[in-house]
């Protein structure tokens, strides 16, 4: 129940960065150029989330390769 919590509470908190994002762009720097200043706003968040699949990515991968039985004997290594 607390990670459900904990997953409910992150995921509002990415939905409140999409609606502060939309409002921070336009209340500071006006609606000039909204596009281009609300891409840079929201780069490091989205470089952030990717850099975040491709390691969890790696590391499913790594966790994976280490678990296969051995090829001649079928144990398991280690």
Request: charge should be positive.
């Amino acid at each position: 129940m607390p990670l459900l919590a904990a997953l409910a509470i992150l995921a509002g908190g990415v939905g409140n960065l999409t609606l502060l994002q939309a409002t921070a762009v336009t209340d500071r720097w006006s609606t000039t150029h909204y596009g281009r200043l609300s891409g840079l706003l929201g780069a490091p968040t989205h470089i952030a989330a990717a850099l975040a699949c491709t390691s969890a990515l790696a590391t499913f991968l790594t966790a994976a390769s280490a678990a296969k039985p051995h090829p001649v004997s079928g144990a398991h290594p280690g």
